[in-house]
């Protein structure tokens, strides 16, 4: 396993520190040991695919990165900071944001309080016109409750309210799950106009063909680590190698 | 105007009084029990015991310091409120990832070692405290004669509840309390302190027990039992409402007040079990109770 993972085309060879650099990453659920040593590196401005079955450890990948598992070791290094003692609160403020499979929207919060939630972390997010501009739909709605949008509109709300704070890294976990493909296309749309206004985005993706239309790189995760790289224009080659690994 | 339903209206209007008072006290020591239960999901055994230091705080400061009502209606829920925070930094936050009935037993127990220290203190007889000067008196409604100090009871807890349903519903805290309390780990993985914010919580659950204690403080007389008398009541109306619910409380809360005044008058002897019957068939019709999510 080392000897193939020394020879994963990890981003960080030219020399300049990655934005976050995730090493020997092992995490708890309580008794079950989910993560066992997960390795990931991000250069600034990239956009990042974690792929691979159900119950690879993608989710429990971000979660872990966010402080959000039971127990976890190893080392989560993040613009020049290893937050992997720190609280979910303190990495936030360190400039990561979060938006979950399921999305989490508030029921009990309206459509502009859900928009408006997350704090200000840093200098330098998103105006909420801006937002609005690439999610008209939510502007039309800013008063009905979170959880009376569309499955769309509140996919993009998730990642609407996470671009007003002024992080810098987006952990989107699988924003394209069950939506009907023209959303899906916008949502492509809007990853790449995010990777254009400067954000680094670690994605975990079940659709390679989707992450292969947003995606830098890829990496392959199977029983808790990652076993494959894939640089994105190198994609065409290593289909067949993709293929026994996601079981598609 | 002399009789309704065979009834002297003086004592059927003085008895819906004495129901609003009572009311005006279930609605606010259950809101405060709402807001505590919905952000920390415990049940804090504690309130009567904290209603009870506030009461006791209000006469501390009189008698002790010189400081009258007034003061005692700002200082004393900031006072108890403090002591609220540091039960919760040091007992109850250790308890969250336990099941709710370590919260129960937790604070069923502080609740009981506090009334004994009281007890212990200052005995259980009890003693009077003097409505303040400002508020004595009563007012000629024509049809009665209503004490301003019951009429200012009232109007202040509908302003309290009022204030704290506000705050919840319309501000940027409330939002973060609203969230919070429907996904706890991710509001903190937006950057917000969440424990922290449970602590404050608490604390302003209990100030808000402690302000109701100080109200009640010239109405009853002060002493170490009386919010483990309330406190069985209130729990009753927590339940009716539905537990965590903030309107479900207040309005819960002043209509058992009014339910249970109402008995006494056309029912003596069931005014005692009226709520419990209420909450029995709530309980059975409605298990998440009036206002709840099931």
């Not at chain 1, 800013?142 to 609407?160: F, H, N, V, Y």
């Amino acid at each position: 396993m080392a000897d193939q993972l020394a020879e994963l085309p990890l981003a960080a060879t030219d020399g300049t520190a990655p934005l976050l650099r995730v090493k020997g990453l092992e995490a708890w659920y309580g008794e079950s040991h989910v993560l066992h040593g997960v390795d990931i590196e991000i250069r600034e401005g990239e956009v990042v695919t974690l792929l691979g079955r159900n119950g690879a450890g993608k989710t429990s990948t971000l979660r872990a990165i966010m402080g959000l598992v039971g127990r976890r070791s190893g080392s989560v290094h993040y613009a020049g900071r290893e937050l992997i003692g720190a609280r979910p609160d303190e990495i936030a403020r360190a400039g990561i944001a979060y938006c979950p499979e399921e999305r989490g929207i508030f029921a009990s919060l309206t459509v502009y309080e859900n928009l408006m939630l997350p704090p200000e972390v840093r200098p330098g997010g998103l105006p909420v016109d801006e937002i609005y501009k690439m999610f008209p739909n939510l502007k039309e709605r800013t008063r009905s409750p979170g959880t009376k949008l569309s499955g769309g509109e509140q996919q993009m709300l998730a990642i609407g309210r996470i671009l007003r704070t002024g992080a810098k890294l987006l952990l989107l976990d699988e924003p394209s799950e069950g939506l009907a493909p023209v959303i899906v296309q916008q949502i492509g749309r809007t990853i790449r106009e995010l990777k254009q206004r400067g954000f680094t985005v670690l994605l975990v993706e079940q659709n390679f063909r989707f992450a292969q239309t947003v995606a830098d790189r890829h990496y392959v995760m199977e029983h808790g680590r990652v076993v494959d790289a894939v640089r994105n224009e190198e994609m065409a080659g290593a289909m067949e190698r993709l293929h026994e690994y996601l079981g598609v | 105007m002399d009789e309704i339903f065979g009834i002297p209206a003086p004592l059927l209007f003085g008895q819906l009084l004495l129901g609003l008072i009572n009311g005006a006290f279930y609605a606010l020591l259950s809101l405060g029990l709402a807001v505590i239960f919905g952000m920390l999901n415990v049940i804090n055994f504690t309130h009567g015991a904290q209603f009870m230091m506030g009461a006791f705080v209000a006469w501390m400061l009189l008698n002790w310091a010189g400081l009258g009502y007034w003061w005692a209606l700002l200082l004393a829920p900031v006072l108890v409120g403090l002591t609220g925070v540091l039960i919760e930094r040091t007992m109850i936050s250790r308890l969250y990832k336990l099941d709710h009935l370590y919260g129960l037993l937790l604070t069923f127990g502080v609740g009981l070692v506090i009334e004994g220290v009281f007890r212990n203190e200052f005995g259980s007889s009890g003693m009077p405290y003097r409505i303040p000067a400002e508020l004595q008196g009563s007012w000629d409604l024509g049809f009665m004669f209503m004490p301003i100090y019951r009429g200012w009871v009232v109007v202040v807890a509908i302003v309290m509840c009022l204030a704290t349903w506000l705050v919840i519903e319309k501000t940027k805290i409330g939002s973060y309390l609203r969230a919070a309390t429907e996904n706890p780990a991710l509001v903190q993985a937006f950057g917000i302190n969440v424990p922290r914010m449970m602590t404050l919580t608490y604390g302003a659950g209990v100030a808000l027990a402690a302000f109701a204690g100080v109200l009640a403080a010239p109405i009853y007389s002060v002493n170490p039992q009386m919010g483990a008398n309330l406190i069985i009541i209130v729990f009753a109306v927590v339940v009716i409402g539905g537990m965590g619910s903030i309107l479900g409380s207040v309005v819960t809360g002043f209509a058992l007040g009014v339910i249970e005044g109402l008995t006494k008058v056309f029912w003596p002897e069931a005014s005692s079990t009226v709520i419990f019957v209420v909450m029995a068939i709530v309980l059975l019709t409605r298990p998440a109770g009036l206002f709840g999510r099931a």
